[in-house]
């Protein structure tokens, strides 16, 4: 391929079909990382995508923190890459560090504030955006945007979400946790911003102003949208789909198509919606469609 320095690619051969590991596709794995979980670290590795095929970037926010999470990724990402049999190894590891300190108090009910939400979801699109643009390579057929603190996934999560040949595919992420009331250990919705649009998301959005937005799950901006969370039906089929407006950065499979032709992480108001959510809008806009599965399940950390 590569001639007198020249590299060639041809875009028109890049695939992206349901059986991406037997095609050959690369996958990007992008993960925003404030916190090392090892159990996010320890899941990664129990994927059963081929890791030849697999690339992986984070972006760590500046400062002492980051600085922390650095040291533990890199010493996680060491112990891998360093394997002797080349199948062990990932095709590459991208870490970046972000030109900005980790936005604020990190504290879950500080950060889930309403009035938190504009600032921390608008600096998230930043990094987001500067992790996309600065790994996605001409050779990348897909990329997998998975959060730092999904740390439950089914192994075959990669194929399972490309096995439906969509634009854009979400999982429906949940949370374990202890059930005082019934004495076991159960689960619940983590995830809320995978969401299908409703006339009262769409009436709201006409009274606000050029740069207000609209999070979802606040209890002060009542939507009505159908949420994902709550179409997880345990008997379910898990492969069935539903199609949404909005999604969440938990666990999401994206053609690198769709972020080549420009769909990109809104930091500003786009239709007020902004980060992931504007991302999925952004996507329809170009003509793509977006999916999810509701009785997909992957799991949050429980802080
Ligand atoms: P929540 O689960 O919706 O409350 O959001 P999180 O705080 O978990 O953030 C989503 C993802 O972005 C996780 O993977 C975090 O580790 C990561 N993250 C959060 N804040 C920052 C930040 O300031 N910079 C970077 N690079 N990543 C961040
Ligand atoms: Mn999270």
């Given at each position: 391929?590569a001639?007198?320095h ?7 051969l ?8 037997f095609?050959?596709?690369q ?34 926010p500046r400062?002492k ?8 990724l890199e010493?996680?990402v060491?112990a891998v890459?360093?394997s ?6 990932f095709?590459?590891?991208?870490i970046l ?9 990190q504290?879950?009910?500080d950060?889930?504030?309403l009035?938190?939400?504009k600032e921390?979801r ?10 996309l643009?600065?790994?996605?390579g ?10 730092a ?5 089914p192994k ?14 979400a ?5 374990r ?7 076991k250990?159960?689960i ?7 969401w299908?649009?409703?006339e ?6 006409s ?9 979802e ?7 009505f949208?159908?949420?994902?969370a709550?179409f ?5 089929d ?7 407006d ?6 999401v499979?994206?053609k690198a198509e ?9 930091s ?5 919606l ?6 999925a ?23």
């Amino acid at each position: 391929m590569a001639k007198n320095h020249i590299m060639h690619y041809n875009m028109n051969l890049l695939e992206t079909t349901v059986m991406p590991a037997f095609n050959k596709e690369q996958v990007l794995v992008l993960t925003p990382m404030s916190k090392f979980y090892p159990e996010y670290w320890d899941n990664l590795l129990t994927l059963s995508y081929p890791r030849e095929l697999m690339e992986l970037g984070f972006i760590v926010p500046r400062g002492k923190e980051g600085d922390e999470v650095v040291k533990k990724l890199e010493t996680a990402v060491k112990a891998v890459q360093r394997s002797s049999t080349e199948s062990a190894r990932f095709s590459r590891v991208t870490i970046l560090r972000q030109d900005s300190e980790s936005v604020e108090s990190q504290l879950e009910k500080d950060r889930h504030a309403l009035k938190a939400q504009k600032e921390r979801r608008s600096k998230m699109a930043l990094a987001r955006n500067s992790l996309l643009f600065s790994t996605l390579g001409p050779f990348t057929s897909w990329v997998l945007w998975l959060d730092a603190d999904v740390i439950e996934t089914p192994k075959t999560l990669i194929q399972d979400l490309a096995s439906h040949n969509k634009a854009v595919i979400a999982a429906n992420c949940y949370q374990r946790y202890y059930n005082e009331e019934t004495k076991k250990n159960d689960i619940r919705p983590y995830d809320y911003n995978n969401w299908v649009e409703s006339e009262e998301g769409l009436r709201l959005a006409s009274t606000l102003g050029p740069d207000e937005i609209i999070v979802e799950g606040y209890a002060e901006l009542p939507t009505f949208r159908a949420l994902m969370a709550h179409f997880y039906d345990p008997h379910g089929d898990v492969s069935t789909e539903m199609q949404l407006d909005g999604v969440g950065g938990t666990a999401v499979l994206v053609k690198a198509e769709v972020h080549r032709d420009g769909a990109m992480f809104p930091s500003f108001p786009f239709y007020h919606l902004i980060e992931t959510e504007g991302f999925a809008k952004m996507a329809k806009r170009l003509g793509y469609q977006v999916f999810g599965l509701p009785n997909y399940l992957v799991y949050h950390y429980n802080e």
